[in-house]
């Protein structure tokens, strides 16, 4: 068993967007029996890419884990699992691991989210928070950490984390009620911050050197912009979209997914009773400060 660098190959999906950076990384860790992180979208050339890194050492494809059940990450599952016979291995089915409030929430319907959900996916394998995976080159602990999405998993590798799409070292990441919960993004920073990795793998940009200082920045940026939405609902009352066209500087395609950052703030603010919803929670609620 190894934690070396060397043990470890990147291989970037072609599926570049404005929330999905350069693409979907995808991890390749071992020589012979190899672990894969994230699958990827379902592109038959990124799948024959894996099968084909991986057959170059003569190795096989023993395990497939999911970070969460986002199409870029676990849309390559499929095919993959079949034409390999690896057992997969996620934190759980795609709505697993919401939080009452999410759970309460979506049941009142209209609010939204869904963004490239996978709805059809379910492991092989449960993992539990803290559930260790090992091989004879490499060894996994599985750290729940919800918050962009409910089921999303972090991998630690050594002194190193699989981080999924919690840090982005390029951007923030988006949350989208009910998939994300911003109560749990700042907790699951957290937990990532006292494991005090030395580098972070997201599944989409560059590697993150110091993740202390970036884990830190992230939640700042969180507290700046649930400050900026108080102080915005002090002049009146309004919805997520009339506030995330108040506060944010983005261009027209990146509006909606402002929106719905905000929207994950306006509820994180109505559970801690700074701000009240105008009614049930929904998609277009107005909220006010009180």
């Given at each position: 068993?190894?934690?070396?660098?060397?043990?470890?190959?990147?291989?970037?999906?072609?599926?570049?967007?404005?929330?999905?950076?350069?693409?979907?990384?995808?991890?390749?860790?071992?020589?012979?029996?190899?672990?894969?992180?994230?699958?990827?979208?379902?592109?038959?050339?990124?799948?024959?890419?894996?099968?084909?890194?991986?057959?170059?050492?003569?190795?096989?494809?023993?395990?497939?884990?999911?970070?969460?059940?986002?199409?870029?990450?676990?849309?390559?599952?499929?095919?993959?699992?079949?034409?390999?016979?690896?057992?997969?291995?996620?934190?759980?089915?795609?709505?697993?691991?919401?939080?009452?409030?999410?759970?309460?929430?979506?049941?009142?319907?209209?609010?939204?989210?869904?963004?490239?959900?996978?709805?059809?996916?379910?492991?092989?394998?449960?993992?539990?928070?803290?559930?260790?995976?090992?091989?004879?080159?490499?060894?996994?602990?599985?750290?729940?950490?919800?918050?962009?999405?409910?089921?999303?998993?972090?991998?630690?590798?050594?002194?190193?984390?699989?981080?999924?799409?919690?840090?982005?070292?390029?951007?923030?990441?988006?949350?989208?009620?009910?998939?994300?919960?911003?109560?749990?993004?700042?907790?699951?920073?957290?937990?990532?911050?006292?494991?005090?990795?030395?580098?972070?793998?997201?599944?989409?940009?560059?590697?993150?050197?110091?993740?202390?200082?970036?884990?830190?920045?992230?939640?700042?940026?969180?507290?700046?912009?649930?400050?900026?939405?108080?102080?915005?609902?002090?002049?009146?009352?309004?919805?997520?979209?009339?506030?995330?066209?108040?506060?944010y500087d983005v261009p027209p395609h990146l509006m909606r997914a402002a929106?719905?950052?905000?929207?994950?703030?306006?509820?994180?603010?109505?559970?801690?009773?700074?701000?009240?919803?105008?009614?049930?929670?929904?998609?277009?609620?107005?909220?006010?400060?009180?």
């Amino acid at each position: 068993m190894s934690d070396d660098p060397k043990d470890l190959r990147v291989l970037l999906a072609a599926n570049p967007s404005p929330l999905t950076g350069p693409g979907t990384n995808t991890f390749l860790l071992g020589r012979r029996r190899v672990a894969v992180i994230d699958p990827g979208p379902d592109l038959p050339d990124h799948r024959q890419a894996i099968l084909d890194a991986v057959a170059k050492d003569g190795g096989r494809i023993s395990h497939i884990f999911v970070t969460h059940a986002h199409l870029d990450h676990s849309g390559g599952v499929p095919a993959l699992a079949a034409a390999t016979g690896a057992p997969v291995l996620a934190f759980g089915p795609a709505l697993a691991g919401r939080s009452a409030a999410m759970q309460h929430l979506s049941g009142l319907g209209q609010l939204g989210g869904g963004e490239g959900l996978d709805a059809g996916f379910v492991p092989d394998q449960v993992l539990a928070d803290g559930a260790v995976t090992e091989d004879q080159e490499w060894r996994l602990t599985a750290l729940h950490t919800p918050g962009h999405f409910g089921n999303h998993l972090c991998f630690q590798w050594g002194d190193t984390i699989f981080c999924g799409d919690l840090v982005l070292g390029w951007a923030s990441t988006l949350i989208s009620p009910p998939d994300g919960d911003l109560t749990d993004f700042m907790r699951s920073l957290a937990r990532l911050q006292t494991a005090r990795p030395a580098r972070l793998y997201p599944a989409h940009g560059a590697p993150v050197d110091d993740p202390t200082a970036r884990i830190a920045e992230l939640a700042a940026h969180r507290r700046e912009r649930s400050a900026q939405i108080i102080a915005a609902l002090r002049h009146s009352p309004a919805d997520a979209a009339t506030l995330a066209a108040r506060i944010y500087d983005v261009p027209p395609h990146l509006m909606r997914a402002a929106a719905r950052n905000v929207l994950a703030h306006l509820i994180a603010l109505s559970d801690l009773g700074a701000v009240t919803p105008d009614g049930d929670i929904r998609a277009a609620t107005s909220f006010s400060v009180l």
